[in-house]
């Protein structure tokens, strides 16, 4: 079976490059065609799935813009879609991300409110990671004239998805307290923000130790993730939490429940504790659902607390809630240009260094967001082209376990 499963990525793989190279050929004999790089997935598993290649620019259609990216960001969601662990995933081969910012380029017909020229925010689904993307103008934003492609390619995802679940899914008011897991990261350090936004608001942030000197400032408490939390919480606040913030599962989902206090909400918008190695398993991903606690709802009723789930993905691409996202997006354009809340950028990244990148997400090194800067040249201990090879001329899989020997940080100039 694992030599079928080889053999069938490598056909995938040849078929890849077979494909690009008739694009290529196409684009010759036609004279009008056009090409562009982009980040590939030629299979669900590990890094070695992921490389920089040649694809067909695409043209906007109806109703839709092209925008020239600039940058784009990274989440922990990507690193799933590799994986293959999301529900119904498009069969790859395929082009990763859902958000960028960058300059339209073109329009297409009947399409309304933007121009040639204007720089602008978007969520795509999928594709994101390319030097070009076509997406409808519902899910395209215009940028404030003082924010950066990075900050904005950090903002689109993190600060839409913390602002819906603390103000129109757990009702935040003045006085609340707010329990948020990685802290640290991108909708941790938005979620804080938009916290500190709200009068007296107390805080309580779960990130790993390495990152509380960073961090410490944007939350009222902060505690390590492989302590005790729920008793070091009950010490501060005995009756709990107003509103939790999950994006973990797992053994996670019970203790949250236990720190609620009355009408109090725990939102899951995530579950990032199925991911353990480089590829998928599926041990850890069984573990992860039979540690969740199996919630009673004659107990939710007793105890009158509420549980939630959230997926602002979802939201946009299934359920068409694009005018609501849009309001939320307006209020924080305001919050943005008023100087209360700023995307916090973790550092920036060549499309080359996506490997790379993303085994910072794995690693949860992170504070704040990774980018993909598009125009960004690769540093050349990094310039693999995400396409190493073995003397054999197959990819090397990346070994678990060996990530903390490897430079991997290009941090921003």
């Known amino acids: 079976m694992a030599k079928e499963g080889a053999d069938m990525t490598e056909e995938t793989e040849y078929m890849i490059d077979k494909n690009n190279g008739k694009e290529a050929e ?27 290649t040649k694809k067909a620019m695409p043209e906007p259609q109806e109703g839709e813009v092209k925008i020239r990216v600039k940058a784009c960001g990274l989440n922990f969601l990507d690193l799933m879609v590799r994986q293959g662990t999301i529900d119904n995933p498009p069969k790859p081969p395929l082009v990763p991300g859902f958000e960028c910012a960058g300059i339209i380029e073109s329009v297409g017909e009947k399409t309304k409110g933007f121009e040639i020229g204007d720089r602008v925010m978007a969520f795509v689904n999928y594709n994101a990671w390319a ?29 839409v998805a913390a602002y819906m679940m603390l103000f129109e899914v757990a009702n935040l008011r003045e006085g609340m307290s707010v329990l948020v897991h990685s802290a640290g990261g991108g909708v941790g350090q938005a979620v804080a923000q938009l916290c500190a936004t709200v009068p007296n608001v107390t805080v309580f942030g779960i990130a790993s130790c390495f990152k509380h000197a960073a961090i410490r400032d944007s939350v009222t408490h902060l505690f390590d993730r492989n302590v005790d939390y729920v008793q070091e919480v009950k010490k501060i606040s005995p009756q709990g939490v107003d509103i939790l913030l ?6 996670n989902t019970g203790k949250g429940l236990s720190l609620l206090k009355p009408l109090g909400v725990y939102v899951l918008y995530g579950a990032s504790n199925m991911v353990t190695g480089e590829t998928k398993s599926f041990f850890s991903f069984a573990k992860s659902w039979w540690q969740v606690e199996k919630v009673n709802p004659i107990k939710l009723y007793e105890e009158n607390k509420v549980i939630a789930g959230f997926s602002l993905l979802n939201l946009l691409f299934k359920q068409g809630k694009c005018s609501l996202v849009k309001s939320v997006m307006d209020k924080l354009m305001c919050l943005y240009k008023d100087k209360k809340i700023k995307p916090v950028v973790d550092s920036l990244w060549a499309l080359e260094e996506v490997k790379e990148a993303m085994q910072r997400i794995h690693d949860r090194g992170n504070i704040g967001k990774l980018i993909l800067d598009v125009e960004k040249a690769p540093t050349p201990l990094m310039a693999s082209d995400s396409t190493e090879t073995s003397e054999a001329g197959e990819e090397e899989e990346e070994p678990e376990g060996d990530n903390d020997s490897k430079e991997r940080m290009p941090f921003i100039h």
């Open 26 to 52: 196409s684009a010759d004999a036609s004279g009008d065609a056009k090409e562009m790089r982009a980040v590939m997935l030629a299979g669900f598993g590990g890094l070695n799935k992921l490389r920089v």
């Open 131 to 159: 030097e070009v993307v076509c997406t409808p103008v519902d899910f395209v934003y215009k940028m404030p004239e003082d924010m950066t492609f990075a900050e904005a390619a950090a903002f689109c995802l993190n600060f």
């Open 246 to 251: 999950d994006c973990l599962c797992g053994e």
